[in-house]
């Protein structure tokens, strides 16, 4: 899978919109962009995913590049609960392409 | 809403002990993966099952590790002569229909904490 760079840490303060971005220049035309994040002690949890166009859902709205060598996840009102490790994920759509690959990701703190 | 299971919530073993994990995936689900978390560090990927069989492994995914589907519902990893560093959190995670594919979602359990003495 292709890499993504995201910046370690990032803060926000509650009730206020949050951009998470992610660069993924060497992003194949048939690779999905895939956010999940990780609540602290728990389990991955699938966010959002999408291909080429802006995808909103309950969760997040996430935004994508022209180009898509980028992408940015949008937290439209930080709630303590988004506190968490967000992670951005290319899946490419080839066949026997089974895993996720997580990076570091973003760790999200929001204030109070 | 249908959710992962995963027992037990923490297990402690004596190294080069076998340990069995145990996950119930989303009852229509067809993709089973196993992950683990060495504590720090990022999650990574052991392997996958579809059909039963294994359809992708990692390097990590040796000869000490199995997984089986004993019956409809449940989903489990084996390891056959703990060591230390498989201290970890293990995630199992199920997929649907879709997956194989970029569009494929997978849905993860809360984990399961192996301490290995």
């Known amino acids: 899978d292709a890499k993504t760079t995201q910046p370690n840490s990032m803060e926000s303060n509650e009730e206020e919109p949050v951009h998470l971005p992610c660069n993924h220049s060497t992003i194949s035309g048939t690779d999905y962009i895939h956010w999940y994040r990780q609540l602290p002690s728990q389990g991955p949890e699938y966010v959002i995913h999408g291909l080429t166009s802006n995808v909103n859902n309950r969760m997040a709205s996430l935004a994508i590049a022209e180009d898509r060598k980028s992408s940015t996840l949008i937290l439209h009102r930080a709630t303590l609960r988004d506190a968490a490790v967000y992670y951005c994920?290319?899946?490419?759509?080839?066949?026997?392409?089974?895993?996720?690959?997580f990076g570091k990701g973003t760790k999200l703190s929001v204030i109070p | 809403e249908p959710e992962v299971t995963q027992t037990p919530s923490h297990q402690v073993t004596q190294m080069g002990q076998e340990v069995i994990l145990r996950c119930v995936p989303i009852s229509n689900h067809l993709y089973f993966y196993w992950y683990r978390q060495i504590l720090g560090q990022k999650v990574e990927f052991l392997v996958s099952?579809?059909?039963?069989?294994?359809?992708?492994k990692s390097e990590i995914f040796d000869d000490q590790f199995s997984v089986e589907r004993p019956d409809g519902s449940n989903f489990t990893l084996k390891i056959r002569s703990t060591k230390l560093e498989d201290s970890a959190m293990y995630f199992c995670a199920s997929s649907g229909l879709a997956g194989v594919g970029g569009a494929d979602t997978q849905y993860f359990g809360p984990g399961t904490r192996l301490t290995v003495l």
């Open positions: 994920i290319l899946k490419d759509s080839g066949a026997g392409s089974y895993q996720l690959t």
């Open positions: 099952f579809y059909n039963n069989e294994i359809s992708e």
